[in-house]
């Protein structure tokens, strides 16, 4: 595995090469503009946190932390970057950051055929609560169920 950079903060200077790194993540049509990132980035509710190397952004992880519960919004790696642990570190960080606030749960939605990330996501610990039929509309037009996933604060998957 590669040595970790750190973790930075991702401020809305940062939009167009988050949204870079999102389209070249997400290539069935589920994208965001750089004003969408910019648009959440003036919240302050919204934690927006990356790993680069160098100047090109390797991954990165938008969460949104309202009570005791942290969302994840999106979460995006670059192909060529996958599976090295960048987004785990990310979402750790965050985690670490966020416990002293009272984060006492962590929330997402995946997409059904997004076996990679399902698998991520359990390996996390995050269990599945439930689904949203035909959430997401591919490029071709097909429908994806969006599956809704869930796990305590601080919580591993047993090993």
């Known amino acids: 595995m590669k040595d970790m950079n750190p973790v930075v903060r991702l401020a809305i200077d940062d939009s167009s090469i988050m949204a870079d790194l999102h389209a070249a993540s997400f290539t069935s ?39 005791d519960e942290a969302e994840i919004l999106t979460l995006a790696t670059a192909p060529s970057a996958r599976q090295q642990g960048f987004a785990r ?48 509309k591919r490029l071709e037009g097909a429908y994806v169920n969006a599956i809704l996933m869930s796990k305590p604060a601080g919580r591993q998957a047993p090993a």
């Open 29 to 67: 049509g589920e994208a965001w503009a750089s004003s969408a990132f910019a648009d959440l980035l003036k919240l302050p509710t919204t934690y927006a946190r990356g790993m680069m190397d160098q100047a090109e952004l390797l991954s990165f992880a938008v969460v949104q932390f309202v009570a």
């Open 89 to 136: 570190a990310i979402l750790q960080s965050i985690e670490h950051e966020l416990a002293p606030k009272g984060l006492e749960k962590w929330l997402l939605e995946v997409a059904a055929d997004n076996a990679g990330a399902l698998q991520f996501y359990r390996q996390l610990g995050f269990k599945i609560d439930g689904e949203r039929r035909n959430y997401y």
